[in-house]
């Protein structure tokens, strides 16, 4: 029997699918309980994105016998990150743009008082926010990918210096595949 190395890339998908489903209920339910999306309450949505990256490069160190490069901590941990961005990218563009458009047109009312403050003159106001309703479901999504990601990073430096364990030469990997041979001359 071969020692196979784990694939990344299916515990980063497996973890963000996870998250996406955490991030769609938290969302929902900021939406129905009614709370200021621009409030201190969206950085809730931070914690299972943590944890799960986090969960990412673990689940990866204990799949790999207990120990784990830096390099590969870190690659497990972005993949999350890449992965996770890529998929809620598309759910905020599809929540803004289809399911929940009224949170989109909230949030354009809340920047035009803003902007109103700010003394800017109602040309600018009302260009700006055409430019809002037209691209805001965009411009939100590839916001969401780039921050995801530019975090992500972050967290997997941080989690890799952590969770790193490498082999001394004195550790030997358990295989199965291994057959004593017989030095020739």
Known sequence: MKNQTPNQNNLAIKWALINLAATII???AIQFLDLDPNSSVKYIGYLPFIAFLILVQKEY???????ITFGEAFSAGF????????ALAVFVY?????????V????????Q???????????QIDKAMEI????GPIFTAVGTLIIDIIFGVIISLIGA????????IFDTPDTDDQVPTEPTA
Do not use: F
């Open 94 to 102: 599809l929540y803004l743009a289809i399911l929940s458009p009224e």
């Open 113 to 123: 008082a803003q902007m109103s403050e700010k003394g800017m003159s109602a040309g």
């Open 26 to 28: 938290l969302t929902y």
């Open 79 to 86: 993949r999350y990150a890449l992965y996770t961005g890529l």
């Open 132 to 135: 809002g309703k037209k691209y």
């Open 104 to 111: 989109l047109e909230k949030s354009l009312v809340a920047s």
């Open 161 to 168: 210096a952590i969770l790193k364990k490498e082999r001394s």
């Open 61 to 67: 160190k204990d799949a790999l016998g207990g120990y």
